[in-house]
T-cell receptor
């Protein structure tokens, strides 16, 4: 069965520090990979996605993620976080055929210290 | 474009009551989805639809029903509310002209069953 693991439930970083959020997936083949962000009381917004090609993917708000097939990972990074980055971050995988049903990780809550 | 809209934003139900969560999208998307998000957990797929008149079960369909009579609307019905259905419900849509398209999410409906 497909699954997504985000090992860190809660991360706290200082403003201006670098950030890496981990995501590992279990899937029979290479899936489509997504990172979504959820601000408090809001819906989910897509940060970036990987389909094929370059394994380093650039997204909105200065985020990037790297797909590592050998490690079944798709970690999210940002060189310097801003207070506005405080939110919940979800990694998700989707099949490469069919109805694009997404399987989500449990999320990582990011807190920014001033 | 309003995108994906959901009503109501918040609702309290008594055990055994029924209600319909409304979801409308104005992007002419063919695929629509309902997810639930429990505290500290990722989103889980309840039902999805690949077009008007076509629906299918997701990971957690028990206690819910859906219909898709138009492209725009995808209501979710709770017939006999139970405390286990206390959750935040998100509707999403995408246009699978290709594969791996972005799913656009509504702002969510927070449901409390007492």
């Amino acid at each position: 069965a497909q699954s997504v693991t985000q090992p860190d439930i809660h991360i706290t970083v200082s403003e201006g520090a670098s950030l890496e959020l981990r995501c590992n997936y279990s899937y029979g083949a290479t899936p489509y990979l997504f990172w979504y962000v959820q601000s408090p009381g809001q819906g989910l917004q897509l940060l970036l996605k990987y389909f094929s090609g370059d394994t380093l993917v650039q997204g909105i708000k200065g985020f990037e993620a790297e797909f590592k097939r050998s490690q079944s990972s798709f970690n999210l990074r940002k060189p310097s976080v801003h207070w506005s980055d405080a939110a919940e971050y979800f990694c998700a995988v989707g099949a490469r055929q069919g109805a694009q049903k997404l399987v989500f990780g449990q999320g990582t809550r990011l807190t920014i210290n001033p | 474009n309003a995108g994906v809209t959901q009503t109501p934003k918040f609702r309290i139900l008594k055990i055994g009551q029924s209600m319909t969560l409304q979801c409308t999208q104005d992007m002419n998307h063919n695929y629509m989805y309902w997810y639930r998000q429990d505290p500290g957990m990722g989103l889980k797929l309840i039902y999805y639809s690949v077009g008007a008149g076509i629906t299918d079960k997701g990971e957690v369909p028990n206690g819910y029903n859906v219909s898709r009579s138009t492209t725009e609307d995808f209501p979710l019905r709770l017939e006999l509310a139970a405390p286990s259905q206390t959750s935040v419900y998100f509707c999403a849509s995408t246009n699978l002209a290709g594969l791996g398209e972005t799913q656009y999410f509504g702002p969510g409906t927070r449901l409390l069953v007492l």
